[in-house]
């Protein structure tokens, strides 16, 4: 089975820092699924876990990930991209599933999106974590 690739939110790295049981954990460390995040989700994930006091080491995760660099500035992110997010500070996050080339943006915050526009425009699902498990898993072994 060849390998698939995804674009995480911070949400499911943060998921899987805090359960090492559930579909964001078990994403992060299964070898067949390439995992891509931006700087900006690093970030946020580093924001987050100080804020959330997680023991957990955030490296072991990230070393897990790839992370690419958007090299757009937030007024170019934010009008390109704003048509397919609610909130604005989202759009970051569907700029980074287009610029990483992948077909399934995860993230826990589905409602946060436009998902039939992106899926029509970019080519690119948004489901959640374990959704995603579930189409996963069917594929063919």
Known sequence: MDQIKVFLDSDVLVSALLSKTGASFEIVKNAKIVK??????????????SRLDIAFPIQDLLQETETITLNLEKARLSQKYIPYVLDIEDSHVVAGAQKAGVTFLLTHNIKHYHLAKIKN?????????????????????
């Open 121 to 141: 425009d970019l080519d690119i699902n948004v489901m959640k974590p374990g959704t995603f498990l579930q189409y996963f898993r069917t594929r063919k072994q």
């Open 36 to 49: 891509v995040i931006s700087k900006t989700i690093e970030e946020e994930i580093h924001t987050v876990a």
